[in-house]
């Protein structure tokens, strides 16, 4: 994964100013993998601090440097008002070892509003040789103050040949790397998840695009699955528009059900329910109930199969 951050353009560009000491004040990374945010986060830590040595770098990544401070203190922790005055506080402490502080904030895209709000005035103004680097899944719960104070580096989804080379130094020598590759849509967390659940979470997609045993599957989609599960039904659906369009060798997978998918689903079905399940998604993102989400795409995607079938005799 590390070499995946390192080649990234916002990786790039971050620690080219680290190195001609032109970092702004407060910068914020947008990257969409969120299991692995603070890993990035960590990467540009250690470029920030590239003048002192090895030493200062093994202790980024424990997180125990003493100019290298980073919230919230615990992986997956929460981002709390405490953290936030306890960050105030410290910028007003000279840096120990050199001129330069920097704190590291994950998951910021988590914070309140309330501490986002609290933390304004010394992202706009910081103490002397106090650097911020804010890390975030997503832009939209930032509030446009914050946003407006950093320099933005957003770091787009990777490509597939860039995941499928990753798994395969990661996992090396395990069945369905292409698959999981194609179908994580650039993030390699939902790549590695697709890859755990091997052949299993294709299978239920594609049961579940038949409309078979529908409400059951729909039940077992907890917050944990449903990300590699709607990857699934998406690889599957970008799959079946290959076929239909003989296009078929770009095509991930090839099984039997596959060609029992594409009686039921015609084109037209195929590409609108893409956008369908793009809207599930998003529902999802904003707090929607993951089973009842699975269970309204069905429903859509079985109404939008009806038309297109009556449509064609």
């Given amino acids: 994964m590390k070499t995946l951050i390192r080649s990234t353009t916002a990786y790039k560009l971050f620690a080219a100013d680290a190195k001609k000491g032109t970092c702004a004040s407060t910068t914020l990374i947008l990257f969409p993998d969120a299991k692995y945010l603070r ?17 200062a770098e093994l202790l980024i990544e424990k997180e ?22 306890r960050i105030i506080d410290e910028s007003l402490l000279r840096p120990t070892e050199g001129k330069k502080k920097l704190f590291v904030l994950d998951a910021f895209s988590d914070a309140s509003p309330l501490v986002q709000n609290k933390l304004l005035k010394v992202l706009e103004e910081p103490p002397e040789g106090v650097y911020f680097l804010l890390g ?20 787009p989804p990777f490509a597939e040949n860039e995941v499928e080379d990753a798994l395969a130094r990661t996992h090396v020598g395990e069945k369905g790397i292409k698959e999981a590759a194609a179908a994580c849509g650039g993030i390699f967390s939902d790549a590695e998840a697709l890859l755990a659940d091997g052949a299993e979470e294709f299978a239920l997609a594609e049961k579940f695009l038949s409309g078979d045993g529908v409400e059951a599957i729909c039940r077992g989609i907890t917050d944990k699955k449903v990300k590699p599960f709607f990857a699934a039904v998406k690889l599957i659906l970008r799959d079946l528009m290959f076929m239909e369009t003989g296009e078929e060798k770009f095509c991930a997978r090839r099984t039997e059900g596959m060609k029992k998918l594409q009686v039921r689903l015609p084109l037209g079905a195929v590409v609108a329910s893409i ?19 699975a269970l309204s795409l069905s429903v859509r995607i079985g109404k939008e199969c009806e038309k297109w079938q009556k449509l064609s005799l």
């Fill in 39 to 55: 890993l990035f986060l960590t990467e540009c830590a250690k470029a920030f601090f590239w003048d002192k040595g090895e030493r």
């Fill in 64 to 85: 125990s440097y003493s100019d290298c401070l980073f919230f919230p203190a615990v992986r997956d922790g929460k981002f709390t008002v405490d953290d936030a005055s």
């Fill in 136 to 155: 975030a899944a997503y832009e939209h719960s930032l509030l446009p103050t914050v946003l407006s104070r950093a320099k933005k580096l957003a770091v």
């Fill in 275 to 293: 956008g369908f399940v793009t809207d599930a998604e998003r529902e999802i993102r904003f707090n929607a109930n993951p089973a009842q989400a």
